[in-house]
């Protein structure tokens, strides 16, 4: 049998020496020996063993580990929502793109921040695949009038911040830095945190969307991408977006990392090395991991069935009370 405690070993032998001292005592003080003492003694007891999670099984599973955390930094503003990507829209490809990314970079550790209504991180670091491809498909333009203008100066000082505190928790392991957008900045000027480059050991900068342009489409109130397209309101013709590609490869050029135009560049992704140095940055291994079966609902379910008891037995005496006084 193993242990694979919720709580600290400390704590949890200071409750253990709690639950003797008071056990001791009881049987030392006669007034405390009662039957019902013992059994709510008991259920503290239990609940601490559900606690301390006993297990059994000596089972191996194989896992995939690599050293590395792959950082998402999205733009879903209603750009993205410009069907000029080889018939589809450009956050379709950007999704599509970030799923094959994980998949490149099996057992990494994956976050996404994007900016839509807001800047945000939409999903925190995770080591599951599963849950990273989840939230990726739920990422898509949010309604045309209340989505916010495009900052990508304020979404990687974001990500800066994020980024800085992933390396901080985690300095054995290396950050890798995608970011994918139209490079669309309607401030006009593109900031990039000093030392944003230092904190990144790779990644890319991939750009949606051509140079020509397309017509925007509108995102309703249910976050759907309609027919209907946004237009201009000094001039009443559809609103073109394109490509940004000057600001784009800027900053790539700042942060030392490539810069992909998505349509001329799809096979990029399916190298690592099209992010980064696979010698120095992506050491993957294949470990065992025990795979045991926890028991701790039995303790769970003794301790509940004895709280029942308890709970009848004072039921009984009140109703047996109640009936002696009429």
Same mark, same amino acid.
């Given at each position: 049998?193993?242990? #694979? ?36 003694? @008991? ?29 998402? #930094? ?38 996404? *921040? ?110 759907? #991408? ?19 590609? *000057? ?68 039921? @009984? ?10």
């Amino acid at each position: 049998m193993i242990f #694979v405690s919720s709580i600290p070993l400390f704590i949890f032998i200071i409750l253990i020496v709690a639950i003797l001292t008071a056990t001791v005592f009881c049987l030392i003080k006669k007034k405390y020996r009662k039957a019902y003492i013992f059994r709510r003694i @008991g259920i503290a007891a239990l609940l601490v063993i559900a606690l301390a999670r006993p297990a059994i099984g000596t089972d191996t599973a194989e896992r995939n580990l690599s050293n590395l955390n792959v950082h998402f #930094v999205v733009d879903n503003t209603g750009s993205m929502a410009t069907k000029d990507m080889n018939g589809k829209y450009r956050y379709e490809v950007a999704s599509e793109d970030m799923q094959k990314i994980v998949k490149l970079f099996a057992g990494s550790r994956f976050s996404i *921040t994007t900016m839509d209504y807001n800047i945000y991180q939409a999903m925190p670091l995770v080591n599951d695949s599963t849950t990273a491809s989840s939230f990726i498909n739920s990422l898509s333009p949010k309604n045309s009038l209340l989505t916010m203008d495009s900052d990508l100066s304020s979404l990687l000082k974001y990500s800066y911040t994020r980024i800085k505190k992933y390396a901080k928790r985690f300095p054995e392991r290396a950050n890798i830095l995608i970011v994918m957008t139209d490079g669309e900045d309607d401030k006009n000027s593109t900031s990039i945190p000093s030392d944003l480059s230092s904190l990144v050991a790779g990644g890319a900068i991939i750009g949606y969307g051509s140079l020509n342009g397309g017509e925007v489409h509108q995102v309703d109130y249910n976050n759907e #991408v309609t027919r209907s397209t946004i237009t201009d309101p000094a001039t009443g013709a559809p609103h073109i977006s394109k490509l940004n590609e *000057t600001n784009l490869t800027t900053i790539a050029d700042k942060l030392g990392l490539p810069y992909y135009r998505r349509i001329s560049s799809s096979d990029k992704f399916d190298s690592i090395n099209s992010f980064s140095s696979p010698s120095i940055t992506y050491k993957k291994s294949d470990k065992t991991a025990r795979v045991s079966a926890e028991l701790y609902w039995i303790p769970m379910i003794a301790a509940f069935a004895i709280l029942m008891y308890d709970f009848s037995a004072v039921l @009984g005496v009140i109703l047996l009370e109640r009936k002696v006084v009429k």
